[in-house]
């Protein structure tokens, strides 16, 4: 049960002075600063006016942008990784200990009441006279935010929520991002197995002509050790690429969620959609997620620098206690009587180690590290941009030579095959020309699957949320 001393118990008799208290604080309480959000602004990072890459873009970005592919394949895809990656489910965790944090920091501004109750039996050894005692009280108290200190420790718990609400968004564009990614990469690995199959069969007739040369005496050994140096190399890169989609195939069960890769419908229909419109640098930062989960960590940051400042402010708590006890003899009767206390109670550190001023400094190290973290997300997120527009230019660029160069890769191979039935060219030169015909496709596919690549990448960037 609270002890209250006499002085204290007139000065609490005067209910006027304890409401104009407790109201006072209350102002105080209410006044406390809170730091407000940052932004781009209050980092030293200079946030062009526009982008450097040369680049046009009509469409909009929709925060489920993988659709606009028109892929049900993809669209399938992208739906299994939301549902079970495990890294989103990691990322889902953290947002409800956030909540949970919220809770608590929340909970220690309101006021405290806890129940008390006990019964005690006892024997005087000089008379033999036995009594029992019991109680049962209620205990309140309440710390007074004077300056602030539980306020900005709920300001930091609602920035960490953010936080994790943005990283829970990046998260989810990255894996969506990820998944085209290895879909049309998939694609493109496919396309290009058949076609390496085909120049190792244009390899094998090769070595089979110079053979028959070599036994007519018509060319040298030379050109038979030549040819079987190609088939092997050609040998080769069909393993090799088969490798690589064996491999793809594996990196997306991860990020599906599977242990097993899945079964894939490699030829389904997909559209090139429209390129994006590019925001604006400064308005890519305010919505891409990566960087805003770095602005709110160094919202949280800052508030906590706040908390451990007002360490070394005094802390006033007001508390109430009441209680109804029964003393008697055994067998006596007895009449219960209550007791009610208030008190209030001031404290201030005086000497403490050093102890305040060195959580402080570590507080204050941790909004330097979260805010160098908010810049570095701000350089990355331009560079990401900038990289991704000269990637779609460049591959649209790179893709149309190839296309050039497969149509007089064809019409070569179409001459060749004319002039052999003519009698005015031999087989080599004419497997000669269809094997530089596919290694053309070839580089094609590749080019094309960069280009899908790149419109995911350019999404991937200007996205919103998912």
């Known amino acids: 049960m609270l002890e209250i001393s006499p002085r204290s118990q007139r000065f609490l008799r005067r209910p006027l002075l304890l409401g104009v208290l407790s109201l006072a604080a209350l102002g105080l309480g209410g006044c406390a600063s809170v730091p407000p959000s940052v932004g781009p602004d ?6 062009p006016g526009q982008w450097g890459a040369p680049y046009q873009g009509v469409a909009a970005v929709n925060a489920d942008w993988w659709t606009d592919f028109h892929s049900a394949e993809l669209d399938r895809l992208v739906r299994m990784a939301l549902d079970s990656n495990r890294d989103l489910r ?15 920091a929340e909970a220690e501004r309101r006021p405290q009441l806890g129940a008390t109750a006990g019964a005690q039996r006892g024997r005087d050894s000089a008379d033999a006279v036995k009594a029992e005692r019991s109680s049962v009280g209620l205990r309140a108290s309440w710390e007074v935010d004077l300056f602030g200190r539980g306020a900005l420790g709920v300001d930091a718990a609602k920035a960490d929520i953010q936080s994790n609400r943005q990283a829970l968004a990046a998260a989810r564009i990255a894996l969506a991002a990820d998944v085209a990614t290895a879909y049309f990469e998939l694609r493109t690995l496919d396309a290009r197995v058949g076609m390496r199959h085909e120049v190792m069969t244009l ?8 053979q028959k040369k070599f036994e007519a005496g018509q060319s040298s050994a030379l050109d038979v050790e030549r040819w079987k140096t190609e088939l092997a190399q050609e040998r080769a890169a069909v393993q090799q690429v088969k490798g690589e989609l064996q491999v793809r195939q594996r990196q997306l069960a991860v990020l599906l969620g599977a242990s097993q890769p899945p079964v894939l419908d490699l030829k389904a229909e997909a559209v090139m959609p429209q390129a994006p419109a590019p925001l604006l640098p400064a308005d890519l930062l305010e919505r891409r997620p990566d960087v805003q989960r770095q602005a709110r960590a ?3 940051a800052l508030a906590r620098v706040g908390v451990a400042r007002r360490e070394i402010y005094p802390r006033l708590q007001i508390a109430w206690a009441g209680a109804r006890e029964r003393l008697a003899a055994i067998g006596g009767s007895a009449s219960p009587i209550s007791v009610v206390g208030y008190g209030i109670s001031l404290s201030l550190p005086i000497l403490d180690g050093g102890r305040i001023r060195s959580n402080v400094e570590i507080q204050e190290a941790r909004a330097q590290e979260a805010m160098a973290g908010y810049e570095q997300s701000m350089i990355s997120a331009l560079a990401d941009a900038e990289t991704s527009l000269v ?9 149309r030579e190839l296309l050039d160069a497969r149509e007089a890769g064809d019409m070569a191979a179409q001459r060749a095959a004319r002039m052999f039935a003519a009698g005015m060219a031999d087989a080599t030169a004419v497997l000669d020309t269809q094997r530089e015909q596919l290694r053309v496709r070839d580089a ?4 094309e699957g960069q280009r899908w690549t790149s419109a995911v990448r350019l999404r991937r960037v200007f996205a ?3």
């Open 42 to 47: 209050a980092a030293s990072v200079d946030v």
């Open 90 to 104: 990691i990322a889902t965790a953290r947002m409800a200990q956030a909540q949970a944090l919220l809770g608590s």
């Open 203 to 210: 390899a094998e007739r090769q070595l089979h002509v110079a």
């Open 298 to 300: 160094l919202d949280a």
């Open 391 to 399: 990637q779609w230019s460049a591959s649209e660029a790179s893709l």
């Open 444 to 447: 094609v596919a590749q080019a």
């Open 464 to 466: 919103g949320t998912v």
